[in-house]
């Protein structure tokens, strides 16, 4: 007797091949894997340490009037006792009956204070100019890593204050910043 051999119907055929399309296209691409590490060395992280000190004491209480020459009262010997440079700032505050007339001046130079303001400034020192409404002059300045300076503070009336001034007084605050120079 003959065998006949079973054939598989065409529509059959026809899903398979429309499965594997249908995959073909959300699928594509293979997907993979692929994992890799390594590791690192150990490393130190430090930082350094800004200070700034500031010595002396006194200072004078002279009188000026409007539009008179700047004083000098007070010097201070300021250092750099840490182990980064620093940027320097100032700012200015002032109480009393003429504290919107003040006109500071400080400095910060290699040598001894003069009475007053020098008429040329040295290339390396930082001086601040202001009344205490608003700053004039902001030359900032570096202070090296174990370098010591003369800090100045000159003061004055700005030229038109009022004539109720007279006889008044005002208490004068000078803050200086020390800012760690990113290296």
């Avoid at 004078?60 to 620093?86: H, K, M």
């Avoid at 040329?120 to 300045?141: E, I, K, L, M, N």
């Avoid at 000159?154 to 005002?170: E, H, R, Y």
Wanted: aromatic letters at 4%; charged letters at 5%.
């Amino acid at each position: 007797m003959p065998r006949s051999k079973v054939k598989a119907p065409l529509g059959v055929a026809g899903i398979l091949a429309g499965v594997v399309a249908v995959a073909v296209v959300l699928a594509p691409g293979t997907l993979s894997s692929f994992v890799s590490s390594t590791e690192a060395p150990a490393v130190s992280v430090s930082t350094g340490q800004a200070a700034l000190a500031i010595t002396g004491t006194g200072g004078s209480n002279s009188g000026v009037y409007p539009g008179g020459p700047a004083q000098l009262i007070a010097a201070r010997s300021i250092a750099n006792t840490g182990d980064v440079p620093l940027s320097l700032a100032s700012a200015f505050t002032a109480t009393g009956g003429l504290a919107t007339s003040v006109v500071l001046t400080v400095s910060v130079q290699t040598g001894v204070c003069a009475a007053t303001p020098p008429a040329a400034w040295p290339a390396d020192s930082g001086r601040w100019q202001a009344t205490t409404a608003a700053s004039t002059v902001a030359v900032p300045t570096t202070l090296a890593v174990g370098a010591t300076r003369t800090l100045c503070v000159w003061q004055s009336l700005d030229p038109n204050a009022p004539n109720g001034t007279q006889g008044q007084s005002a208490a004068v605050s000078v803050t200086l910043t020390g800012t760690q120079i990113a290296p």
